[in-house]
Each structure stands twice: as C-alpha cells, then as structure tokens.
C-alpha cells in the first residue's frame, strides 16, 4: 500500500486538493482569484502525471520491442521484399530477390541466405545498399552448407550494421534445368515479419506460356490467377499481405 501511494504521490495530491477546494466552496465562500489559482495548480499537477504515465508506457513499448527481437531468430525485419522468377527458357532461369531490412540487433556483419530446387545453380551472388539513391557493394560470399534439403550460403556485408540501421540487400541466383517439369511451382515462406506486402513475379519464356496458374496462399482456398503480357511474354505479379512468419505461398502452373 505505501509503495502504490508513493509511486502515484502525484496523483494522490490532486485528488486532495479537489477535496479540500469541495469542502471551502461547500463550508465558505472563498474568493474567486484563490480557485482560480487551485484550479491552475490542479491541472498543472494532472499534465504531470499524464506524461510521467506516457513516458512509462513508451518504456512498456521499447521492452515489447526488445522481447519479440530477442525471440526471433533473425537478426532484422523486412520492410518490403520483392520475389522475382525469370524463366528465359524451361532450362535457363535467374532468381532475384531484393528488400529492404531493419536492423534489431547490434554488430551484425553477416547474413544468410536459403533456397532449394531442382537442377543445378550456376551462379550465386549477393550485393547491398545503403539507400536506394547509393552505390551496391559486393556482399563477400564465406560460406555454404547444405540443409533442409536446400543450400545456405553465408554472406558477409565486410562491416558492421548496427539495430536501428535500414539497407537494402538483394541475392541473384541462375539455374539450370530448375523448371523442366509438366508441372511446376515457386513458393515463399515469411520468415521474419513484413511491414508492406511481398510481391511474387514470374515471367514465362515468349515460346512457351503456362497454362492453370493458381496460387495457394496457407490454408487459403486456391485462387486460379490470370496471366498479363508484356514485350511477348507472360507473367504474373501478386502482392501478398498479411503473411504470417513461417506461413507460405505458393504459385504452381502446368506448362
């Protein structure tokens, strides 16, 4: 009891003086200048214990944050991300991922990087920015494993990004032989939150559009989407909101 009175002391006092003030009006008749000068106490003394309460909940609202980055399993979140899939033939492909980050930790200097598929992967390689308006820097490749049944590489950004920092990073992957079968499909799965959609592009070869496309997006019902041409070519672009971390969407097609 005397620590709750002594933490809300402020508030306490407020509460008295309005008491005390009820009880003069209601015995006497004190002067008009004298409440007046009660009443500026009054709300001088609430607009104090308004903004102690708000500082406290700004605290509240920082441990939040610090909780849910100390609970996640990567070391930023994703502003935007953009999931592109350029199938120049069935054979010849090239995967390009590119999104903006959040930094929720400090000294981070590396970054991995997950994917699986079919066939073989030419090429690997991934750059990062500062802002959109600067120069992209070669992330220096470290180290590969496989796992998952997939591949992860290890890239190093060659110093040190602190929490609170934004960059853009982006990865690009050649495949060859990763989409030669009758039916096909590219999928993505959250693994950190997003704050916009994520946008999913893939566009066919010109000789050989797809045919049923649809898209799964987690235990949704499955949406059969129309492809869009341009330059000769067939593609789709779906935006897609609300993605749960570990959740997946899936675009699958017939050739």
């Known amino acids: 009891m005397a620590r709750f009175a002594w933490r809300n002391l402020d508030a306490l006092l407020i509460i008295g003086v309005a008491i005390v003030v009820l009880a003069i009006e209601i015995v006497g008749s004190p002067a ?5 000068s009660v009443i500026l106490a ?52 090239t995967i ?14 590396t970054i991995a990087h997950w994917s699986s598929g079919d066939g073989t992967e ?6 990062w920015r500062r802002s959109k308006n600067t120069k992209w820097i070669d992330a220096t490749r470290i180290h590969e494993l496989p796992v998952r049944g997939g591949k992860k590489v290890l890239y190093c950004f060659d110093e040190e990004h602190q929490r609170g920092d934004n960059l853009e990073w982006c990865v690009e992957r050649d495949a ?39 898209i799964r997006h987690g ?12 330059d000769g070519r067939k593609f789709v672009e779906e935006r897609v909101a609300g993605l749960a971390i570990g959740e997946r969407v899936e675009i699958r097609w017939n050739w």
């Open 219 to 230: 235990d949704h019902p499955v949406r059969t989407i129309t492809p869009n041409a341009k």
């Open 96 to 109: 390009l991922m590119t999104e903006q980050l959040r930094i929720t930790r400090n000294d981070v200097a």
């Open 32 to 36: 008009p200048r004298l409440i007046n």
């Open 122 to 127: 030419t090429r690997n390689c991934a750059r």
């Open 42 to 93: 009054l709300l001088g003394a609430t607009a104090f214990a308004l903004l102690r309460d708000r500082s406290h909940h700004v605290d509240l609202d920082q441990l939040r944050q610090l909780a849910g980055d100390a609970m996640s399993d990567r070391a930023y979140e994703v502003v935007w991300q953009e999931n592109e899939w350029d199938l120049k033939s069935r054979a010849d492909s």
């Open 176 to 214: 060859r032989d990763r989409f030669t079968g009758q039916h096909e499909s590219v999928s993505l799965k959250a693994r950190t939150k997003s704050d916009f959609p994520r946008v999913m592009r893939i566009t066919w070869p010109a000789a050989i559009p797809p045919s049923n496309v649809e």
